[in-house]
């Protein structure tokens, strides 16, 4: 998925803040929140979770330990309030994206998430997903949550007036999409990937 704030459906750009304060009543943040949780988000995307330290993400997010215990309380607790604005911020855009495509919401969307252009990096749930969700349940129940709200996008666009008749059919697309990333990481051409979506819409029969 592309790192370009246009396509923010695939680049979880944060936009939102899902930690939660500890900082006490009435004394102000002397930082930008949805921009240190986008510096961790890079940081965690760039290097995993289990590689990236407490050094790693203070100096990225530009935060001393004190301030950055007291807004996110630890490692994870960051992990988890970037990811979750990740989410956010990305199914918002890809919500827009299938809305102004009208018709074309199938195709637009299915472009958007496999993102041929988007490089090795690959998709930041999906990885998260692949590395921490057989021993996180929190990481697990966020990555569902977003693969669910995926694939009812791709319902109300196939049958909007009875999404739930459109719903295998959305399973399969939004399964055939996302597992386009793979390819992408593993460093198959642009075009090539841009076949196999098409291949994949006339397999759907979309």
Not at 24 to 45: C, I, M, N, S
Not at 104 to 127: E, H, I, K, Q, W
Request: proline residues 5%; negative net charge.
């Amino acid at each position: 998925m592309s790192n370009e704030t246009k396509t923010s459906a695939a680049s979880g750009k944060v936009t939102k803040s899902g930690a939660k304060p500890h900082c006490g009543p009435g004394r102000p943040r002397a930082f930008d929140e949805a921009e240190v949780l986008d510096a961790a988000l890079q940081t965690f995307w760039r290097q995993g979770y289990e590689a990236t330290s407490l050094d790693d993400l203070t100096a990225a997010m530009g935060l001393s330990r004190s301030s950055f215990y007291s807004a996110f309380g630890s490692k994870q607790g960051v992990f988890i309030a970037a990811l979750k604005s990740y989410s956010e911020a990305a199914l918002e855009a890809l919500e827009q994206l299938s809305r102004d495509a009208g018709d074309d919401a199938v195709s637009t969307m299915m472009a958007a998430l496999a993102d041929p252009n988007g490089g090795p990096r690959g998709c930041m749930l999906v990885n998260c997903i692949t590395e921490l969700a057989p021993h996180q349940e929190e990481v697990a129940a966020i990555g569902r949550r977003h693969l669910e709200r995926i694939e009812e996008l791709f319902a109300q666009a196939i049958s909007p007036d009875d999404p739930e008749k459109g719903r295998d059919k959305a399973r399969a697309l939004s399964a055939l999409a996302i597992g386009t990333l793979t390819l992408r990481k593993s460093g198959l051409p642009p075009d090539q990937i841009s076949k196999a979506l098409e291949a994949a819409r006339g397999l759907a029969g979309s």
